[in-house]
């Protein structure tokens, strides 16, 4: 099973064998999922990049300092 490190500013490089396994190319957008303590990191597929570009721009209001704080104590 490969792995990785995660660097000091919360990035991790997805090995070269699970992009090709799942299809993943250089600017793919990348979906995660949470169950039970478990992530899940799949390639985006249209729909869902669609969804994403359609309501990003809607999200301004949840931009603050305070809510970048709250998700990096997820």
């Given amino acids: 099973m490969p792995t990785s490190r995660l660097s000091p500013k919360g ?11 799942i299809g993943l190319h250089p600017g793919d957008l990348v979906s995660y999922e949470i169950e039970n303590g ?3 990191i799949s390639r985006a597929g249209a729909l869902d990049k669609e969804f994403h570009d359609a309501i990003s721009p809607t999200l301004t209001e ?4 305070e809510d970048h704080e709250a998700f990096d104590a997820l």
């Avoid at 990035?11 to 396994?21: E, R, S, Y």
């Avoid at 949840?62 to 300092?65: C, E, F």
């Fill in 38 to 40: 478990h992530l899940t």
């Fill in 11 to 21: 990035q991790l490089t997805i090995p070269k064998a699970v992009q090709k396994k």
């Fill in 62 to 65: 949840w931009d603050s300092q």
